[in-house]
């Protein structure tokens, strides 16, 4: 499986912004959909969303739809999650994570293994 390394988090006031990044460890990755996941305290990992190998198609999550932006850089094996306009509850450790599956499809994926993720905290 490739591997992934999360970075970006940190604090920030509501409605500010962030952007996290995940930088995978082999060119091959472009050839993979990429997503991102978030795991609030006490709650299960949720899909945030997916972006195609090509770049062309995207999924989101309901709740961050006009908020969030993936985008993905093959150049550099890199995805990225422009957050905008955030929430207290968006506060939660996002993660990366990569399959060779649409986009749709990975709400429904049982990855076998994780990276550290990143955190993010939104203050009130």
């Known amino acids: 499986q490739v591997q992934l390394t999360e970075s970006g988090g940190g604090l920030v006031q509501a409605g500010g912004s962030l952007r996290l990044s995940c930088a995978a460890s082999?060119?091959?990755?472009?050839?993979?959909?990429l997503a991102w996941f978030r795991q609030a305290p006490g709650k299960e990992r949720e899909f945030v969303a997916a972006?195609?190998?090509?770049?062309?198609?995207?999924y989101y999550e309901d709740s961050v739809k006009g908020r969030f932006t993936i985008s993905r850089e093959n150049a550099k094996n890199t995805v990225y999650l422009q957050m905008n306009s955030l929430k207290p509850e968006d506060t939660a450790v996002y993660y990366c994570?990569?399959?060779?599956?649409?986009?749709?499809?990975?709400?429904?994926?049982?990855?076998?293994?994780w990276g550290q993720g990143t955190q993010v905290t939104v203050s009130s």
């Open positions: 082999e060119r091959t990755v472009g050839t993979y959909t």
């Open positions: 994570n990569a399959a060779r599956r649409s986009t749709r499809s990975f709400p429904k994926i049982d990855f076998p293994s």
């Open positions: 972006i195609s190998w090509s770049g062309d198609s995207t």
